[in-house]
Each structure stands twice: as C-alpha cells, then as structure tokens.
C-alpha cells in the first residue's frame, strides 16, 4: 500500500514523523483521509492512527466520488 501527504508518496514508516514535521508547528490539527478504491479499511485506519499519534484533533472523511 501506498500513502500520500498531498500526492506526495509517503513510505508507510515514514508516515508517522511526516505527519508530525507537518502538524508539531500548526495551531488548528485538521486532516481530510481519503482512501483510493483499492485501499483496505485498516490501510485508511492505519493512516488515521498516524494521524492521531501527531496530534491532529479533527479528521475528515471526504464522500466516495460517485462519478
């Protein structure tokens, strides 16, 4: 599996200390996850862990494109 910080391909044991470059330093802890149709649940839930072990207090989940 694949992550990406803004379609910048992260390795997955990168993902943590990415995440906290990116959000130590920001007052408002916002992120949208969105998984690509392949992703498995736990992928996206493993993502959003990440996300929480770096401080982010708000996690978004966009709708599936229904196109």
């Known amino acids: ?3 990406s910080i803004n379609k910048q391909a992260v390795p997955k044991e990168q993902l943590a200390a990415k995440l ?3 959000y130590d330093p920001r007052p ?3 992120i949208f996850v969105k998984g ?7 992928e996206v839930i493993t993502a959003m862990d990440a996300a929480r072990g770096a ?4 996690i978004g989940v966009p709708p599936k494109d229904t196109k």
């Open 36 to 42: 690509c149709n392949e992703a498995k649940y736990q």
């Open 20 to 22: 906290h470059e990116i």
């Open 28 to 30: 408002d802890k916002i």
């Open 55 to 58: 401080g982010v207090k708000v």
């Open 1 to 3: 599996m694949r992550y």
